[in-house]
C-alpha cells in the first residue's frame, strides 16, 4: 500500500510511466481509502492553486532595519544572562541532587563526607 501511495504522489509530479500509472489506476478502482485520498489532495491542490508568495516590496528594508537594531552590547547582555542563568540552573539542579540522595544540605554532605565515620582515615585526612 505504501508503494501505492507513493505511485500516487509522484504521479502528481508526473513522474511516474505508462505501467506505473495503470497500476496506480487499478489500484484506485479497487480502493476506496486511496480514492479518498486522491480527491482529498486534488482538493487541497485546487484551494492552493491560487496561494501566491510574494514578499512585500519593504521586506528586505524591514529585515536589515530589524538587524541593525542589534548592538554587540545586547548581543553580550543577551549571552551574559543565558549563561548565569545556566549556572543557576546547574546549581540548583546539584543542590537538589545532594538534598535527595542525602537528606541534607550540611557541610558533610556537600563535601560528600555523610557516609565515612570520624575514625576513617579519609575524613581525617580533609579536616
Known amino acids: 500500500m505504501d508503494s501505492i501511495k507513493e505511485l ?8 511516474i510511466s505508462a505501467s506505473e500509472n495503470d497500476l496506480l489506476e487499478k489500484a484506485l478502482q479497487s480502493d476506496v481509502v486511496l480514492q479518498q485520498e486522491k480527491n482529498h489532495l486534488d482538493e487541497m491542490r485546487k484551494q492552493l492553486s491560487n496561494y501566491q508568495t510574494d514578499f512585500s516590496t519593504d521586506f528586505s528594508n524591514r529585515v536589515i532595519s530589524k538587524i541593525d537594531r542589534f548592538t554587540k552590547q545586547d548581543d553580550f547582555v543577551m549571552l551574559f544572562k543565558a549563561i548565569a542563568l545556566s549556572g543557576v540552573a546547574a546549581i540548583l539542579l546539584i543542590l537538589l541532587t545532594i538534598y535527595f540522595t542525602d537528606g541534607s544540605l550540611g557541610l558533610d554532605a556537600l563535601y560528600g563526607l555523610t557516609g565515612y565515620s570520624v575514625n576513617e582515615e579519609l575524613f581525617t585526612y580533609l579536616n
Open 8 to 15: 500516487l504522489f509522484r504521479s502528481y509530479d508526473g513522474e
